[in-house]
């Protein structure tokens, strides 16, 4: 008994264009920058960049940093932003801890994009809004608060998020114009609510973040 011929394969049985797509997302997948990660911080893989859960800590801000400081430049962003994103990042996690507390659950994101780094910080409060100081010490380590974040990331917003509301940054790239990324406005006042409604009133910007009773999932 003799085993039957194999079937012919026809050049429109196929479309090659399919496992050559494959082909590139398992490559996509396996040069995806490696997230490490401390206990209390739970990072996942997103479109040019991560998003993490984390227990406020000095670890868990301390790897968030790296990631920031890192994974966006991965995809390709200079490291100039990427270490101003640093700073923006400990800073609104920073203005998150002293207005929840210790310990307090946050969720950190950070991507490049064609023009920068875009991040952003989710806190349960989002029925307290920052608000300015009117001196800040030169030397001051902490509390630098919202003139900081003035000069390292203009444009900066203020959204509601399913934990309460997010900050959202763009610090753009040495040599792209300075200008808010969401009105396109260079003066743009991010704590004013326009138009007299409230923050928590307006749609978010990106609202991909679970409830906290839920492990942070991003889809791939």
Known sequence: MTAPPPPRVHAEDSDPSIPEALRRV??????RPQLTTVPGLHPRHRVRGFVAQMIANADTLSAVRRLVGTVPMEYGADSEAAETAELVVSELVGNAVRACGDGTVLVVEASATDTGIEVA???PRGDLLPTRRETVSDDAECGRGLQLLDVLAPGW?????????????????????L????????????????????VAGRPGAGMTVP???????VSR
């Open 157 to 177: 917003i203020i959204e509601p998020s399913p934990l309460g509301k997010q900050i959202r940054c763009h610090i753009r790239a040495a040599g792209e114009p």
């Open 121 to 123: 910080v989710h806190d």
């Open 179 to 198: 200008a808010c990324d969401w009105c396109g406005q260079g003066d743009h006042d991010p704590i004013k609510p326009q138009d007299g409604e409230s």
């Open 26 to 31: 398992r490559q996509a997948h396996q040069e």
């Open 211 to 217: 409830a906290l009773s839920q492990p942070v999932e």
